[in-house]
């Protein structure tokens, strides 16, 4: 069956649900205030080379203490609760507090304007980590493209592997998503939760 045919089935199942509900609450999200929203930039420094699941464990647990803790015992509590690289981590976290007040009228801006911002300021964010990030504040307009979604779009004979995910590679894959998400009428953020389902069986953020 064709990709499009899979996601115009889904959306004709329960799974259309848990997508609106999911998209939602990731405008709701965007509208807390900004401790809330560096909670969720947090998340997203996480992720990389890690399992949404594992960080969304984390990311409770630490909850203020992304705000509010020391870097040593930022350290000991992203160790204790099994973070990879909780080291470098805790350090991405710290410098990313020196950017709390710009963060709100980043958030505000254009999609692709925020994103362009936050790759180059804050580190251990790439184009995927920041694309997840506004996303699961509210933008709708950005595709957030890891091995789970480019595996699923060789698999349909949409684009080749490629051989390593350059700035030039991302925007393409996006143009091809972006397009998909035109046909089936969805937006890149419900595209991307409906893709996520194919691969993992889950709707997470």
């Known amino acids: 069956m064709k990709l ?14 848990s997508v609106n509900l999911r998209i939602s609450q990731f405008k709701e999200t965007g509208s807390q205030p900004i401790n809330k929203i560096f909670s969720e930039l947090c998340f997203c420094i996480l992720t990389a080379n890690s399992s949404a699941e594992r960080c969304i464990s984390v990311q409770n647990k630490v909850n ?12 000991q509590a992203l160790k204790k609760n ?25 958030i505000s801006q254009d999609s692709q304007k925020a994103r362009e911002w936050l790759v180059k300021n804050i580190k251990g964010i790439g184009y995927k ?3 997840h990030f506004l996303r699961n504040i509210g933008h709708q307009n950005l595709a ?20 390593t995910l350059t700035k030039k590679e991302y925007f393409k894959l996006e143009d091809t998503l972006r397009t998909i998400a035109t046909n089936t009428q969805l937006s ?3 595209l991307d939760l409906y893709l996520w389902y194919m691969e993992t069986g889950k709707v997470l953020k």
């Open 64 to 75: 203020t203490g992304f705000l509010e803790l020391t870097k040593e015992h930022l350290i």
């Open 129 to 131: 980590e920041s694309s």
């Open 144 to 163: 957030i493209i890891d091995f789970h979604i480019i595996d699923l779009l060789v698999k349909h004979n949409l684009t080749e592997k490629p051989k």
């Open 4 to 17: 499009l045919e899979l996601i115009e089935k889904l959306k004709k199942s329960n799974i259309q649900e």
């Open 188 to 190: 890149l953020a419900e």
């Open 82 to 106: 099994s973070c990879r690289f909780h080291t470098k981590r805790a350090s991405y976290i710290l410098e990313a507090r020196q950017h709390l007040k710009e963060l709100t009228n980043i």
